[in-house]
């Protein structure tokens, strides 16, 4: 009897949180969708990474802001089990110069598209009656942020986003969680930069998280040993806040 996979897609899956989340699912048995909007060339190398662990995997490219694009690569995907909302933008400009079309594209890309993505994928979890779905917000969206108004904002509309989908469709199945990262090293980041020694001894742990902190909380949430847990938001962040 042939085994049916799980498939997962995960947004903005080049780098970072997001190359990190691929691979940890893949390590699961999940096949996966490798989202990027333009690094196809990066993308490519998660998805040989996920064939070594075994799995199936295929790139989407889409600029999520565009409407028409997120709309062409759900008709590419068909259906996902797993859908992890982690692409983002968080342009930096104190909030009296922030202009109406740049507010308009942060929440395109952090709201707009993570709405569109749960709309088209959701009912292919009910059919089955099993689906996950998990996004990151930030623990920006928490304490707020100078000159990040509008990623902080877009950011928090996503935890009561996740738990209205955990509400409607938790006897669907279905469970929904938000993830508010800490901060992250990500491979832009030099050691020495203005953003390392700001952030630096801001959390309990006396380090700041990589890539992988965040991929394994998605692995629990997204397994059967998961299950139970829905419509929280859990503070991946060293202890930078708690609450």
């Not at 565009?66 to 709309?71: I, N, R, S, T």
């Not at 008709?75 to 968080?90: F, K, M, Q, W, Y």
């Amino acid at each position: 009897m042939t085994e049916v996979r799980k498939r997962a897609l995960i947004t903005g899956a080049a780098r970072n949180i997001g190359r990190a989340t691929a691979l940890a699912l893949a390590r699961q048995g999940l096949d996966i969708v490798v989202h990027t909007r333009r690094d196809e060339a990066a993308a490519q190398q998660v998805v040989e990474q996920v064939k070594r662990f075994g799995g199936r995997a295929v790139v989407v490219l889409a600029d999520l802001a565009v409407a028409d694009e997120v709309q062409q690569m759900i008709s590419e995907i068909g259906t996902v089990d797993v859908l992890v909302n982690n692409a983002a933008i968080r342009p930096r400009r104190p909030f009296l110069e922030v202009r109406s079309a740049e507010w308009r594209e942060v929440f395109a890309v952090n709201v707009e598209a993570p709405v569109a993505l749960c709309q088209a994928f959701i009912p292919g979890m009910q059919a089955v009656g099993w689906g996950r779905i998990v996004t990151m917000t930030g623990v920006r969206s928490q304490l707020g942020a100078v000159d990040r108004a509008s990623s902080s904002a877009a950011k928090h509309a996503l935890i009561g986003l996740t738990r209205s989908l955990a509400r409607e469709f938790g006897r669907d199945g279905i469970t929904a969680n938000a993830i508010c990262p800490g901060t992250i090293v990500t491979s832009s980041d030099e050691p020495n930069s203005a953003r390392m020694v700001e952030r630096s001894g801001v959390g309990a742990l006396g380090r700041l998280g990589q890539p992988e902190d965040i991929a394994a909380v998605v692995g629990f949430l997204v397994s059967d040993a998961g299950g139970y847990v829905t419509g929280q938001t859990w503070g991946v962040n060293g202890g930078e806040l708690m609450a």
